[in-house]
């Protein structure tokens, strides 16, 4: 089993720039994908990007395409992610994901980590 583990979330104001990051420990290897969703308060939780630790190209939900990037460092079984140009609407508590199969972790049926809020003032 592989626990993630997020942080990098915080206060920041509209326009800023952040970057998340989540360690997976445990029965980890280069052949799992890992991803990021998000869920709003009172809201449902979305995904957002992805991206297999082997390589291959990256997923983006439309909503965050060209602001936000994910990235890997495979060394470290760490994904990142790298927010640009945020909005209120970013506001979220961000959950990193895993699974062998990346289409799996895009529906959202991976483990989860704990979550990490980001807070966006206007």
């Known amino acids: 089993q592989v626990q993630l583990t997020e942080s990098g979330g915080g206060l920041v104001q509209a326009g800023d720039s952040l970057t998340l990051s989540c360690v997976a420990s445990g029965r980890t290897n280069s052949q799992y994908a890992m991803g990021w969703f998000r869920q709003p308060q009172g809201k449902t939780r979305d995904f957002v990007a992805a991206?297999?630790?082997?390589?291959?190209?990256?997923t983006y939900a439309d909503s965050v395409k060209g602001r936000f990037t994910i990235s890997r460092d495979k060394e470290k079984h760490t994904i990142y992610l790298h927010m640009n140009a945020l909005k209120p609407e970013d506001a979220a508590v961000y959950y990193c994901t895993a699974d062998p199969r990346l289409t799996t972790v895009e529906k959202g049926f991976g483990v989860w980590g704990q979550g990490t809020q980001v807070t966006v003032s206007s």
């Open positions: 991206m297999h630790m082997s390589g291959g190209s990256p």
